[in-house]
């Protein structure tokens, strides 16, 4: 049975969180507790300031700590559930992300064992400037590519059409990324180390159930299609699911992002 959803649409600073947390209010008016909520957002700045605003409006006496573990990046809330369900250990060298310093011999030994260029100190602009990202190495488009598939769900085959969404110049004639891509799924493993997508991926595939019977998320429209299919599921799992999100927004388009995906709920 689909939980029942509840949809607050419009844009910046038309109210939509603050919406939610009156939610939160009635939920707690109606007997649940902090327990009973998980609320979701994009960033981890995101998170604070809904964690802050949620301590400050509706849970001034709780603990602010028991608050940000309730208030979260859809990740980090994904990753807690499969830690949950036994699927992923708590130790947290199993998940790498490009630039982190702990996982940068990980990247570092496939590159090099494939013959890649690869700078594990550029970064990707957030605002997806085509110049910007010309220049990075072969190493780090590839991972680019490989985490815009992962989170669109697509196969590698697709790999140009995930270059042209980033802006990207690969050079698939130098580098045969269909079967590189598949090489750096089988490395990881290997490794028992998870990205972001690969946990998600988990967590829809297993079916895992979320740690809360009512969700809240803000900003949907910067959900990833990945991410979206997860809630979906969620939503035949909990028993209600309040979303927030802008229409009219696609500022992570280059991410797989979409504001349709928010509308179609």
Known sequence: MSANLIRWTGGPGAGKTQHLLEDVRHEVEAGRTLDDM??????RSQAADLAFRLSRTVFPDADMKDVLRRCATVDAITLRSCR????????????????????IPVYQEFMTAHGIPYNPYASSPEDGDPVARSNLPAGNQILEI???LSATMQPATAWQYAAAALNLRF?????????LLPAWQEFKEAKGVYEHADYSRLAVTDRVEPQAPILFVDEYQDVSPLQDALIRQWIDQVDRVYVAGDPDQSIY????????LFLSL
């Not at 998980?38 to 960033?43: A, C, G, R």
């Not at 949950?84 to 490009?98: D, E, F, K, T």
Request: one cysteine or more; aromatic letters at 8%; proline letters at 9%.
């Open 146 to 148: 490989n985490a815009y």
């Open 38 to 43: 998980i609320l979701m957002t994009f960033s």
């Open 253 to 260: 388009g280059f991410r797989g992002c979409s504001p349709d």
């Open 171 to 179: 050079d698939g004639a130098a580098w045969n990324i269909t079967d």
């Open 84 to 103: 949950a369900a036994g699927l992923i250990s708590p130790s947290p060298n199993q998940i790498i992300v490009p630039g982190a310093k702990k996982a």
